[in-house]
Each structure stands twice: as structure tokens, then as C-alpha cells.
């Protein structure tokens, strides 16, 4: 019987967070925030009925890969395209400032009257890679909220996007030069090469399958879930190449998938499918894993301190950083809050990262637990700070205001003859 748990687990899951999805929905919260308190709540960190197990790794996988895919497919890419300096100098500063901000804490409270270290590198290794950390930024939780408010298509939410996956990237450098340093089989210049490939390949990849695929899709207009199908395929396939092949994140390829497919006649048809599947799946479960991810180790006075700066200095450095790169690259003010609130989330990316520094001696133990820290509260934070920064009255250029509503006329046109088509 113990073999069918899964389902038990499943049920319990898809149950609890939509119950308090729905119950932050009524306090004005993004539900989101439910779905995360879901897995906290039934997590080793609070009751203890669930724990992780490699089928709900799995499971939560795909659900982020499908989360970004989606993402991706709901990406203005003229935008985008215009964003792409913006999205990389404020990507830039989201790493520097944050990388400076955790070296800091970490000087500070990393010595032995304070908090003493069992990690095996040198202290000052062990403070860059605390710093490193606080680079991380996911994503993931900023993408669901933005859907949820209806603001994933705005500037902001297009250079949010653009700028977290470029911080993605900056963060692998970085976290690779620092295990270099602990670790000599790792060597900087291959990942750099293979980071650049893979954004080659994705180019070549990309005009191939997008010719292919928009020639095949508008020659055959019966049996359109094969067109879904075939998109899902690709999406797998680039969020596989990119992780185990150029070593960049899963989430990375299914965003750039995401990005061919929107130029499609069919991208609208395809969104549908996959925005059913993620809401009654694969999402609860992915938000409800970060939560089951979660273990507080023992804390003392110090280490309590130390998790209060840390988490402070996490948000802080993140909104000034990013704010201040969206500044430079001339966003409003407004716009440039709602771009540095976007970037706080550490989620799961963060505890990837942690776990890969342990396992290299560059986290001492006593160290885990304010990451830990720092993870539930800017995982739990983001969606709430989003909903107020967005929810606040901002000049938006009339423009703006046409391009959205043309926008949205078209994808209701094409949802109509899409349903149509699916009829036939």
C-alpha cells in the first residue's frame, strides 16, 4: 500500500493549496502566497504529514519548466528585444549589489565569537559565497503573481523577465569561479564557452523549429492538439539540452521554447492547454514543494541576528540594485520599484545553490539556517510586495494603454477560432 502514497500526498497538496490560495485571495493577497504557505505548513518546518519525495521532485519540475514555458509563450518579444540591454545592465546590478551586501553580513557575523564555521574553505571564500547566494533571484514566483494580476505583459514584467534570466546566467559564472577556487576540477573558461554556445544553438535551433513548426501548424488546420503536443515536445527537449548539455538552467531553455512558439498562429491555442494542466497540477505542486524543501536547524542568538540582517540586506539590495539599473537604463521611478520588488524572490534557486556549497565546503552548517530564512521570507514576501507596487496608481502612456488593449482583443479573437477549430 505504501507504494500509492503519492496519491494520498497529491491529494493533500492540490487540496491545502487551493484552500489557502483561496483564503489569501479573501485578505487581498495573490494566491500564490497560499500555495507557498501550503508547503511550509505541511513540510518538516511546521507538521511534518508530507516530505519530499523524487516523484514530487519530479512532478514540481515539470510543473516550473511548464510555468516558464508558459512564461515564455506569453512574452511580448518586440519588447523584449527592446529591453535587452535594460534587462542585462539591470540583471548586472542585481548581482553586484546583492554579491556586496551578503559578503558584508557575512564578515560581520562569520568569525568564531560570534558564529563559528565548520566549512572547510577559507573564510573569505565562505563570505563570497554567502554573498553569491543573495544573487539568486526566482523568478518562477514573480512570473505566477504577474499572470495572476494580468501584468506579465506590461514593460515591467517584460524587463523582469529579460533581467532574471540574464541574472541566472551571471550567478552560474559567478558561483562557478568561486567553486573553482574550491573545487580545480571546475574550469571557468569551459562553462563560459558552453554558456555561450547554448544561446547559439538556441538560435539555430530556434529560426529552424519556428520555420517547421509555423509552415506545418498553418498547413494543418485540423487536429490541433498534435500542434500542442509537438510544442510540449520542444519545450522538454531545449529545458533537457540546456541543463545536462550547456549546463545552464532547465528553466532557461523552456523560457527561450516559450519565446519561438508565441510567434506562432497557434501559441494561443497551445497556452490554453497548458494554463489548464499547470492550475490543476503541476503549479500547486511546484509552489507546495518549495515550502516541503524547507528544514530549520537549531538557531542560537547570533544565528537569529544574523538571519534578520541577512533577510533585510536580501530585499534591500535587491530593490536598490535593480531599482538603481532601471534608473540608468531610464525607467520610471514606479516602474523601476515594481522591477526591483520582481527580483526578490530566492525560492528554490537559492537552496540549490546552498546545497551545491555545502556539499563543497563553502557552507558551514551554522550558515544554512539564515539561508533557509531568507528563502521562506523573500519567497513569501515578493508576491505581497508585487500586488501592492502594481496595485498603485502609475502614469501609464496612452500608448501603452492601446498596445495592451489591441493585445488582448487579438488573443480573444484567437482563443474564439481556436475553440472553433477544436470543435471541427
Partial sequence: MEGYSYLLDLAIILLSTKVLGLATRKVQMPQVVGALLAGL????????????????HEVAEIGVIVLMFCAGMETDIKELKESGKASFIIALFGVVVPLIGGFAAAWFFNR???IASDASCSIFLQNIFIGIILTATS?????????????????????????????DILGIIA???????????????????????????????GVIFYK??????????????????????FCLLMAYIAEVVFGVADITGAF???????????S?????????ISYMLLSPVFFASIGLKVVLPEM??????FSVVLVIVAIVTKVIGCGIGAKVCGYQNYQAKRIGVGMISRGEVALIVASKGTSLGLLGGNFLGPVVIVVIFTTIITPVLLKIVFKKASPIPVSETITESESLAKELEQVMKSRGEERK
Fill in 139 to 167: 523568478v518562477s514566483i514573480t512570473v505566477e503573481t504577474l499572470k495572476e494580476l494580468g501584468k506579465l505583459k506590461t514593460r515591467s514584467g517584460n524587463a523582469i523577465l529579460g533581467a532574471a534570466i540574464i541574472d
Fill in 112 to 114: 568564531p565569537d560570534l
Fill in 41 to 56: 505548513l505541511l513540510g518538516p518546518a511546521a507538521l511534518g504529514w508530507i516530505t519530499e519525495t523524487n516523484f514530487i
Fill in 300 to 305: 542560537t542568538p547570533a544565528i537569529i541576528w
Fill in 212 to 233: 517547421v513548426y509555423k509552415r506545418w501548424t498553418e498547413s494543418s488546420e485540423k487536429g490541433l492538439q498534435r500542434h500542442a503536443i509537438i510544442a510540449f515536445v
Fill in 256 to 266: 527561450i521554447a516559450g519565446l519561438i512558439i508565441s510567434n506562432t498562429n497557434k
Fill in 175 to 205: 558561483l562557478t569561479i568561486v567553486t573553482s577556487m574550491a573545487d580545480s576540477s571546475v574550469n571557468v573558461t569551459v562553462v563560459l564557452l558552453k554558456i555561450l554556445g547554448f544561446f547559439v544553438f538556441s538560435g539555430i535551433i
Fill in 268 to 276: 494561443m491555442f497551445v497556452r490554453i492547454k497548458f494554463d489548464t
